[in-house]
């Protein structure tokens, strides 16, 4: 069964940072990609960060853009997102989602992890 549970969010002012965790269960990262979204108040969900399956390799929504950084760390099979210099616009619940065949905003993902930018 697959799993994915968010953590790491938390309340933080503008500049600060944050590090997310995706402790995934039920499959190995490495053999999928993955997706970091975000759901502002009031806003449509969006796309935030992707890393591929194999190489690593990872992609970013402009907005975040030499701000935030994917990665995972194979032996815990957790998928993390570093977020720096955070903006208040960057306030959200970040869900990750494991790829599959249909649009990333259908596929599975965790029940997210609040972040609050605020000062």
């Known amino acids: 069964e697959v799993q994915l549970v968010e953590s790491g969010g938390g309340l933080v002012q503008p500049g600060g940072s944050l590090r997310l965790a995706c402790a995934a269960s039920?499959?190995?990262?490495?053999?999928?990609?993955m997706h970091w979204l975000r759901q502002a108040p009031g806003k449509e969900i969006e796309w935030v960060s992707g890393?591929?399956?194999?190489?690593?390799?990872?992609q970013y929504n402009a907005p975040v853009k030499g701000r935030f950084t994917a990665y995972r760390d194979t032996p815990t099979n957790t998928l993390y997102l570093q977020m720096d210099s955070l903006k208040t616009e960057d306030s959200g619940v970040y869900y990750c989602?494991?790829?599959?065949?249909?649009?990333?905003?259908?596929?599975?993902r965790g029940k997210g992890t609040n972040v609050t930018v605020s000062g």
């Open positions: 039920g499959f190995t990262l490495e053999s999928v990609g």
């Open positions: 890393i591929d399956a194999g190489n690593g390799r990872t």
């Open positions: 989602v494991k790829g599959c065949r249909d649009q990333i905003i259908n596929c599975p």
